[in-house]
């Protein structure tokens, strides 16, 4: 087997999930003697390209030109395709982040190849045979798919797999690749990104509240709180569909699916929707005063009680703990 | 403006998930299907460009007669014509190629798809179609403007959002956000009944890839309740028990 790795940056630097692509691709490579080759589009200085070592790529292909530097998914689809066929690839393995979801299927298509998006753990291989467990039923379920076709896409849930350095040093070579003028067709006009906030679906722990919050006005304990923990912040439907909170923070079946390592529900009774978003959470801390909400059920953690009291107080404990 | 639309049958969002035939294949035993709540949006939002004889709209599913149903709901708010492509859908590969090979014939100025399906989460359709019609994509909008010859797209990305803009066709991904849902109203739901829903017959497409099994998220054991006077023994907990933070 041979394995291409596609990097993601965000103005030059790579994120977690680029490391998590990175790590996931080595174990495989590791299981299958494999050799591991990444790819880096746009501009990224050579001593973020160096980090890929420590992750245990070998060789990190760029391209880099001016028309590059946004992402355009037709034309980073042609360019990864042609670094699959150029290498060699078998397999390519990309974050199933929100431009990954736009590339992986595109690149799929021109390389006739078999799409896993939403993978969560490695695969199993047997010669030919690939098959890997990815989210069904928005979490409410996992199916294992089996992967037919001779070239292999796997697009890898963020935060499902843990990065790990194992230490190395990584080759950069110049890549180049035919792009047509027409996979330009779509233009970035604007980039808005919240710099200070941490990103939902990468988010490590997250502090979500719903409708027993009452109001948006009472959301400035919950950021109080999410800022303590390093946490993003997140709401139940009813909150998003009231208007209290961003669409883009909604989790449950209809919105955003997470697996942060702690999720913290507070005034979220725990409809079927919801659970479904959160249910592959590592540990659910759940704060509600009716001790009867469902979401009691599927928790780790819960404490029965008024939000308005509890939060504050746990802010406080938390902000102890911290300065210890 | 042609609109087409692609719409998915799947288990209403309440449905328990229970699988059968030794965990290979999905339980429809009491399970109500609906339009998947994305592709609603993108129906919604089609619906909205072709009000007041600005466009048509068709939408498109791949499934067998058991779909009918959810084909006349989408009639009912406010389609013009369905086409039904009379197949179990297999992969994505296939399902996208079937619609291709429809909109290659009837020259779409847009075609629009849910962000994912909320069955098997594929987000995949949509952008393949693109790549089958070598037009451009954009996979999860927040926000569509349509103008007579071009778009300007809202897409989330991590922690915020990104403008994009093209020209016609072009091939979106709705999310939440876009448009407000549409519910059918009587006159709809009366017309619906007479709007033409043609069947076709499928083309010949491989498939590359197959669900194997499935699994249920193995259960949590009892929670821990904590005393509301005790938060800080919740942060011990968090700490040393459950070493999360």
Known sequence: MSILVYVENTDGKFKKSAFEVVSYAKAIADNTNSDLVAIS??????????TLGNYGASKV????TDQLSSFVNQAYASIISEAVKSTGANLLVLSNSFSGKGLAPRIAAKLHAALADGALSLPTIEGEKLTVKKTAFSNK??????????????????????????????????FTANVAATDFSTIVREIVRA???????????????????????NWGM?????????AATACSKPVSDAGWRPHSEHVGQTGIVVSPNLYIAIGISGAIQHLAGVSSSKTIVVINKDPEAPFFKVADYGIVGDAFDIV???TQALKAYKGN | MKILVCISNVPDTTSKITFTNDNTAFNTTGVQFIINPYDEIALSKAVELAEGGKGTVTVINVGDASSDATIRKALAIGADNAVRVNAVPRDAWFVANQIASYAKDNAFDLILTGRESIDYNGAQVGAIIAELLNIPSVSIAKKVDVTADAVSVEREIEGGKEVV???????????????EPKIPNMRGIMSARTKPLDVLEPSTVDTLSRIV??????????????DPAEVEKLVSLLHDEAKVI
């Not at chain 1, 292909?61 to 880099?64: A, H, K, Q």
């Not at chain 1, 919950?222 to 390093?230: K, M, P, S, T």
Request: hydrophobic fraction near 45%.
């Open chain 1, 61 to 64: 292909l760029t391209v880099n």
């Open chain 1, 222 to 230: 919950i950021e109080e709180l999410a800022d303590v923990l390093g």
């Open chain 1, 312 to 314: 504050p107080k746990l």
């Open chain 1, 41 to 50: 589009i746009g501009n990224v200085a050579q001593d973020e390209l160096a």
């Open chain 1, 141 to 174: 379920a996992f199916a294992t798919v089996e992967l037919t076709a001779a070239i292999k896409v796997i697009a890898l849930s963020p935060n499902a797999y843990e990065t790990k350095e194992t230490g190395g040093t990584v080759a950069v070579e110049p």
């Open chain 1, 195 to 217: 710099t200070d906030k941490v990103s939902l679906p990468e988010a490590e722990i997250v502090v979500s509240a719903g409708r027993g919050l009452k109001g948006p006005e």
């Open chain 2, 165 to 179: 803009t093209a020209k016609l066709p072009i091939v979106i991904g709705t999310a939440e956000g876009v448009a």
């Open chain 2, 213 to 226: 099994a499935y699994e249920t998220p193995a259960p949590r054991g009892t929670v821990k309740l904590v």
